[in-house]
């Protein structure tokens, strides 16, 4: 079992509606969660992180843990085409390494 | 403020020889990861330093593979000899002492034939 697993899409959604990414990760000791955005041929570029006291929304951004079920979940609400990017969740112990999911491709059609 | 830096951008070479990456990190961050990208894959943690030291190097093959940190600020990664299964691009982050956010430069695409 991976650590960190994401679909890998892609997941194509229409301009203006909501998308939905999900990750599950199997270390429970995991304490912080990350998103990054990585766009063809860039570095990956963090979006936002949360603890796992709660979840957080920024702008159309909100990320949200499901602490039970391991299932970090990233929600963007009025996608753009501009959105469109790989998304790569990511895991991580107080003090340990990020891990790193193998990402989801985002594809929002005009 | 400048971000992270990393040279070279690209790097074409044929199996079995040598290879080196050099980064730079943002001003005043203590850590500096190196992670390696396979191509439909996540970043992969290769060494963690801690100022000079390397505190997390468990994923780096170190048959072939070597890192240093002098000073504590810019890094080199090497291969040496490269094989065609190290194609990929190389990324280094920067982020301070036990901060949660890391920073990625560019990255380095290593094409091995």
């Known amino acids: 079992q991976k650590e960190v697993e994401q679909n890998s899409g892609p997941l194509s959604v229409p301009e203006g509606a909501i998308a939905s990414l999900n990750c599950t990760y199997s270390d429970r000791g995991s304490q912080s969660f990350f998103w990054y955005r990585q766009y063809s041929g860039k570095s990956p570029e963090l979006i936002m992180f949360?603890?796992?006291?709660g979840d957080k929304e920024d702008g159309r951004f909100t990320a949200q843990l499901n602490k039970a079920s391991q299932y970090v979940s990233l929600l963007i609400r009025d996608s753009q085409p501009s959105d469109s990017a790989t998304y790569l969740c990511a895991v991580k112990r107080r003090y340990g390494k990020l891990t790193f999911g193998q990402g989801t491709i985002l594809t929002v059609h005009p | 403020e400048a971000g992270v830096v990393q040279s070279p951008r690209y790097k074409i070479i044929e199996k079995k020889q040598p290879v080196a990456f050099w980064c730079n990190p943002i001003s005043g961050h203590n850590t500096l990861y190196w992670y390696r990208q396979n191509l439909g894959q996540g970043p992969e943690l290769l060494i963690r330093?801690?100022?000079?030291?390397?505190?997390?190097d468990s994923q780096l093959p170190k048959d072939r593979f070597s890192a240093e940190r002098l000073k504590g600020v810019d890094s080199t990664l090497k291969i040496q000899p490269a094989e065609l299964g190290d194609s990929a691009v190389y990324l280094c982050?920067?982020?301070?002492?036990?901060?949660?956010?890391?920073?990625f430069g560019p990255g380095t695409r290593l094409t091995v034939t």
């Open positions: 330093y801690e100022n000079e030291e390397a505190v997390d």
């Open positions: 982050a920067s982020s301070s002492f036990r901060a949660y956010e890391q920073y």
């Open positions: 949360i603890y796992s006291n």
